[in-house]
């Protein structure tokens, strides 16, 4: 008798995992209006504004952000629809976005650690892809409000991952540590059969999250596997590789472990002193991230 083993794609797993979390957080409805009249092309400024006016928590952030050091704009915005006139509808998307994910994910006394460690590292990834955006070409090719949002949730399968499928994720902490120069991605490849880069791709599709971002999540440890998002995966896989280095939440030698690849240096035409200059910034740009938790993170 002749038996065909069907392997199973990692991607119809992450989906059956997916919808079998109950619980599984999601943005808020201010998110999804938001998305929902961008995809109008005859959307105004007034129409945001009235969908944040419903979320005072939401308007309150926006109007803290646009006037906090995190856009350093000159003069005082005092409305939120004068927020949104300002910094723009993609950005302010992007901003509910990224205030939204900070509280999706509780902390409880088992894993405040590694809760701690994980935003500390979302956090100096956007900062990067912010500031990367921004400097290539003048900021001709990446809009630098979807770089930033798309940094802050990369590794959001990660948080799945810890918060969700525990016993597993004890297993692939063990796995690391068993085997130190293994990246986190492996010990969940072994562990699960996919890892957090396809899990936090899939999660976005589930949010309705603009293609291209699901894409870079999905392919930001391998830019070079085909998808439709290359450079914008290249981006945040640099970007990954900057917050791991000159990062503000991790050790010396952890640090020295993440060099970038040359696969990235070529695609951009980096090269060593032009990314060591980008560190000296980088610095100054993580110090406005303690700003950007204080404000975004409230409750
Ligand atoms: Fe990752
Ligand atoms: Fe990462």
């Given at each position: 008798m002749n038996t065909t083993v069907v392997a199973v794609k990692p991607e119809a797993k992450i989906k059956k995992v997916i919808s079998g979390i109950r619980n599984l957080p999601t943005p808020p409805i201010v998110f999804e209006q938001i998305q929902k009249v961008l995809n109008d092309p005859n959307t105004s400024v007034g129409d945001v504004a009235n969908i944040l006016s419903e979320d005072p928590a939401m308007s309150v952030k926006i109007l803290k952000l646009t006037n906090s050091a995190f856009y350093g704009l000159q003069r005082e915005i005092d409305s939120v629809k004068h927020a949104v006139m300002i910094i723009g509808l993609e950005a302010v998307r992007n901003l509910v976005l990224s205030a939204s994910v900070l509280n999706m994910f509780k902390a409880n006394d088992g894993n405040k650690e590694y809760h701690e460690v994980f935003w500390r590292h979302s956090l100096s990834a956007a900062f990067a892809a912010r500031l990367m955006a921004k400097r290539f070409r003048g900021g001709e090719i990446f809009n630098p409000d979807p770089a930033f949002s798309t940094g802050l949730i990369h590794d959001i399968g990660k948080m799945i991952i810890c918060c969700f499928l525990i016993p597993e994720h004890t297993?692939?902490?063990?796995?690391?540590?068993k085997n130190?120069?293994?990246?986190?991605?492996?010990?969940?490849?072994?562990?699960?059969?996919?890892?957090?880069?396809?899990?936090?791709?899939?999660?976005?599709?589930?949010?309705k999250l603009p293609v291209r971002m699901a894409d870079a999540i999905g392919y930001h440890h391998h830019p070079a596997e085909p998808n439709d998002s290359e450079d914008f995966a290249y981006l945040i896989c640099l970007c990954d590789f900057l917050a791991h280095a000159g990062s503000i939440a991790e050790d010396d030698a952890k640090a020295a472990r993440y060099q970038i690849p040359p696969a990235v240096f070529e695609f951009f035409k980096l090269d060593a002193p032009e990314i060591n200059a980008v560190k000296g910034q980088l610095m100054e740009e993580y110090m406005k991230?303690?700003?950007?938790l204080k404000i975004a993170g409230l409750n």
């Open positions: 297993k692939i902490v063990e796995l690391m540590q130190p120069d293994w990246p986190e991605f492996q010990a969940e490849d072994a562990v699960l059969g996919f890892n957090h880069a396809l899990l936090g791709k899939e999660l976005a599709i589930h949010w991230a303690e700003t950007f």
